[in-house]
């Protein structure tokens, strides 16, 4: 059915791309009655249009808070032509049908962003704008709602091809994509007061997103996807891509792997190469470059096609170094003109600037079906201070430093994990597995593999307690010398007995770590 445009309501914040649809509902002779600014705007683009206090009798009051809040605008936008009881009473009232309503809202999240005061983010949330938005996208058999000026173009359309119509495929579309709006609106809302009140939990939780675009396909190639940022203090991701084709859902997983790790090391130049949203190499080293190399000597074979990330800018000589192997991603703090040139002969390898990149440390979710899991994010660091030394031997001033990197990498980790480093380097990394002895297993036949030489007097640090004493035989027998790990097993006093009859060191964290 469509629907023949008389009467227009326009009332935006956003005024941006107005005079294109103001040029059509003119040509069209449709009525526009406004507001406020909009008012202001249309007037001075030279077009008519009838004031809403002039249109409704009605003063604006309150500070502008109730203008749009009238009897005349609500009967007209919710008016069912045919019923024939709402016929009566709107020709009694002499109230005139509204057809066409395009609104958008206060900025109420960039008032978020760019104010501190209370007072006018509470000015910033609009009531007018989503009540009319509601009505008119309840009542879209009668009554078409544009929220987006993206879909100007196609209101544009939709009165060229009908005259001066709209057909109800196109008016449901709208409703759909206002209700959208409201409840993306609303849930801002929602989420500062959360945030204001520090109630992370609340008795209903809703999450709001704004997406960013439509990526190639999911996890596989059958399987659809997008990307949404979901940030009240942020409208974009906080990092730029210079360089490479699009980036996948795949990449975006590890991506968020690397940057993870990364956020533990502030001050010294740090490595992570991620494959599988698991880290295959970590290194921090006063050189840029021994942290790339040392990262990637950790697992060479599975760092391929992984991702590289960086918490250093990237120089001509680390770019040589990274461009022998072939990489889907690189992060970094940015990149000098001789690196990025490098970089960007190969068209596949995708170039990120993390510069501005602020880690969110606040909650994780995981979906499932029709619930969903939510928790603190794992952002718990080791404490010196809380340290157990469980074995008669101890560790040095140095070795606890060792145990301190050991035990960040293995956090970000999937259980069970187990991480054997030396020299603040990755050398084997078990991950993923269903027993702790075969991640023992992996993680050691990697260092062995690759690593050999180093594998004498290192460190091997557990996300979880050793249920058994053959996960530390194992590590002992490669020739790890220290073990970190949270203890509180029943089977802790075997353990440390195996421990110290090899005369290893041993240390409890007394936190767990798992990562699923």
Not at 146 to 166: P, S
Not at 213 to 225: A, M
Not at 327 to 341: H, M, S, T, Y
Not at 433 to 451: G, H, T, W, Y
Request: aromatic fraction near 10%.
């Amino acid at each position: 059915m469509k629907l023949k445009i008389k009467n227009a309501l326009i009332s935006v914040s956003d005024k941006t791309e107005l005079n294109p649809i103001l040029k059509i509902l003119k040509k069209f002779k449709i009525n526009i009655i406004s507001s406020g600014g909009t008012y202001a705007s249309i007037k001075k683009l030279g077009y008519d249009c009838t004031e809403i206090s002039k249109f409704t009798g009605f003063k604006e009051m309150l500070n502008g808070r109730v203008k749009t809040l009238h009897p005349k605008i609500h009967a007209g936008i919710l008016y069912d032509r045919n019923n024939k009881k709402h016929k009566i009473e709107m020709n009694n009232q002499k109230f005139l049908p509204i057809d066409l309503i395009i609104v958008n809202f206060y900025p109420f999240q960039k008032t978020v962003i760019d104010s501190k005061n209370p007072k006018n983010i509470i000015e910033n949330i609009d009531i007018g704008g989503p009540t009319m938005v509601r009505a008119a996208a309840k009542n879209f058999k009668d009554v078409t709602i544009i929220t987006d000026k993206i879909d100007y173009k196609e209101l544009a359309d939709q009165f060229k091809v009908n005259r001066g119509k709209t057909n109800l495929i196109f008016r449901e579309k709208m409703a759909r994509k206002a209700f959208n709006f409201t409840a993306y609106y609303d849930s801002i809302i929602a989420e500062w007061f959360n945030q204001k009140l520090k109630i992370k939990f609340p008795e209903t939780k809703v999450f709001f997103g704004k997406k960013l675009q439509k990526l190639r396909y999911g996890e596989n190639p059958h399987q659809d996807s997008s990307l949404y940022i979901s940030d009240l203090y942020q409208d974009n991701l906080g990092f730029k891509q210079v360089g490479g084709k699009k980036l996948s859902y795949n990449n975006f997983n590890d991506i968020y792997a690397g940057l993870d790790i990364l956020s533990f090391e502030k001050k010294i130049p740090t490595t992570v190469i991620i494959k599988h949203a698991n880290p295959c190499g970590v290194a921090s080293d006063k050189s840029p470059l021994l942290s790339f190399k040392k990262s990637q000597l950790s697992d060479p074979i599975s760092a391929f096609g992984g991702i590289v990330a960086c918490n250093f800018k990237i120089n001509l000589n680390i770019a040589k170094e990274i461009n022998k192997t072939f990489f889907e991603v690189i992060l970094a703090q940015g990149f000098n003109k001789d690196a990025l040139k490098i970089f960007k002969k190969k068209k596949n390898m995708r170039i990120i600037d993390i510069s501005q990149f602020r880690i969110n440390n606040k909650l994780s979710l995981k979906i499932f079906n029709n619930s969903f899991l939510l928790q603190d994010k794992d952002i718990d660091t080791l404490s010196k201070k809380k340290l157990k030394f469980v074995t008669k031997l101890k560790p040095s001033s140095k070795e606890i430093q060792e145990i301190e990197f050991a035990y960040k990498v293995c956090k970000f980790v999937k259980s069970n994990a187990i991480v054997i480093t030396k020299d603040r380097a990755t050398i084997g990394i078990g991950a993923g597995q269903q027993n702790r002895l075969d991640s023992c297993k992996i993680a050691s036949q990697k260092a062995k593999k690759f690593q050999p030489k180093k594998l004498l007097n290192s460190v091997a640090a557990s996300d979880a307690f050793f249920p058994f004493a053959d996960g530390i035989k194992t590590l002992i027998n490669s020739g790890v010398k220290i073990i970190v790990q949270p203890g509180g097993s029943i089977r802790d006093k075997e353990v440390i007995d195996v421990a110290n009859k090899a005369r290893i060191k041993m240390v409890f964290t007394g936190k767990r770590h798992f990562n699923h």
